[in-house]
């Protein structure tokens, strides 16, 4: 079993940064590969950024260029660094594994992106 908890979030204004971390429990995070969605209000929850074990990362066409994923295994922690916020930034963030036939998630972190 994996729990994951993320933190980072906040509040920012247009075109701040944030970096947002998801730590992982477990001797096995070395092993996962990490996904990071976001949750606008009233939307569906949508993918963003994931990052292979092996460090290989992937984004979304929306967020290239802004969203960075990277991770710390001594750490067992990833993290999403994401720069010139936008209000449509706002949105609940988490993050993701799946292992063992199961998908795991973490509870998620606030963003809000407002002058």
């Known amino acids: 079993q994996v729990q994951l908890v993320e933190s980072g979030g906040g509040l920012v204004h247009p075109g701040g940064s944030l970096r947002l971390s998801c730590t992982a429990s477990g001797s096995i995070f070395s092993f996962l590969a990490i996904r990071w969605y976001l949750q606008a209000p009233g939307k569906e929850r949508e993918l963003v950024a994931s990052?292979?074990?092996?460090?290989?990362?992937n984004y979304a066409d929306s967020v290239e260029g802004r969203f960075t994923i990277s991770r710390d295994n001594a750490k067992n922690t990833a993290y999403l660094q994401i720069d010139s916020l936008k209000p449509e930034d706002t949105a609940v963030y988490y993050c993701?594994?799946?292992?063992?036939?199961?998908?795991?998630w973490g509870q998620g972190t606030q963003v809000t992106v407002s002058s």
């Open positions: 993701n594994t799946y292992t063992g036939g199961y998908t795991y």
């Open positions: 990052i292979t074990r092996g460090g290989r990362p």
